[in-house]
């Protein structure tokens, strides 16, 4: 989904990833006994802080990137029915990297060839 929202200073805009509505036991949970999800997807970034001197800081996530973010963090808004949180960068705490299989050191074998007879 593409945003309308621009965010200013140090602050993202986060669509959160629903958890699963059943546990692994199979039990289906009610939207009451969900917990806030802590995982997004970012849709926008702010230019990034600005220091005392005038600088900009780098910021450190992108559009793009999956976030894990504080529990109780931000500001919750809607947007064309979509749940929304805009977060300042310092209430994000980690960013998932993808996930790389390692190769295998195994070399390929090669099947025999044809079988000569005698």
């Known amino acids: ?7 200013l200073g140090d602050r993202v805009v986060v669509q959160p990833i629903p958890k699963d509505d059943v546990t692994k036991g199979g039990i289906v949970l009610p939207d009451t006994a969900k917990e806030k999800p802590q995982e997004g997807k970012v849709l926008a970034v702010g230019p990034g802080r600005l220091t005392d001197d005038g600088k900009r800081i780098a910021r450190d996530v992108k ?6 973010y504080a529990k109780y963090g931000g500001t919750e808004m809607k ?14 705490l980690a960013k998932r990297q993808p996930v790389q299989l390692p190769r295998s050191r195994v070399k390929p074998v090669q099947a025999p060839g044809p079988r000569r007879s005698k």
């Open 1 to 7: 989904m593409a945003t309308k929202l621009q965010p």
């Open 63 to 68: 559009v793009g990137d999956i976030v894990i």
């Open 79 to 92: 947007e064309d029915d979509e749940e929304l949180m805009i977060l300042r960068e310092s209430d994000i």
